[in-house]
Every structure is written in structure tokens, then in C-alpha cells.
């Protein structure tokens, strides 16, 4: 059974940590650096463009984060062993 869990580890645990990481350095380091002013700065010139923009990185993270669910699920249940 181990050995099955260490097989799968690279795809389905370890990308829920990188999701997790990457979480975490965005909310607790960028944003409150550069994100927020930056941001700011763009909703004031176009608002548009920066919902655009801001809806546009959201779909990335959550089909980052689906697949990650998705890897979770198949490696939970031995499809990739």
C-alpha cells in the first residue's frame, strides 16, 4: 500500500501542495507588495480591462486547482498506479 502512496505522490499530493504554496505566497506576499497598488492603479484607468484581467488569472487558478481535484480523486481511487 506504501508504495502505491509514494507512485502516485508526485501528481496528485504534490500538486495540491504547490497549489497550496503558491496560494500562499500570492495572498501573504504579492498582494499585499505590489498586487493591491498595482491594481488599484489599473481600476482607476480602465475598469474593464482589469476585470478582464482579474477574471482571466481566476480561470487559471481554478483549472489549475481542478486538475489538482481531479488528480486527487484518480490517484485516491488507483487509477494512477
Do not use: C
Not at 502512496?5 to 508526485?10: C, E, I, K, L, Q
Not at 500538486?15 to 504554496?21: D, M, N, P, Q, Y
Not at 492603479?41 to 481566476?58: I, P
Request: hydrophobic residues 60%.
Amino acid at each position: 500500500m506504501a508504495a502505491d502512496v509514494t507512485r502516485v505522490f508526485p501528481l496528485s499530493l504534490g500538486s495540491l501542495i504547490a497549489v497550496w504554496i503558491t496560494f500562499a505566497i500570492v495572498v501573504y506576499v504579492f498582494e499585499p507588495l505590489f498586487l493591491h497598488a498595482n491594481f488599484r492603479k489599473l481600476t482607476s484607468g480602465d475598469s474593464k480591462k482589469a476585470f478582464a484581467l482579474a477574471q482571466g488569472l481566476h480561470n487559471v487558478a481554478l483549472a489549475i486547482s481542478a486538475f489538482t481535484i481531479a488528480a486527487g480523486v484518480l490517484g485516491a481511487h488507483g487509477a494512477l498506479a
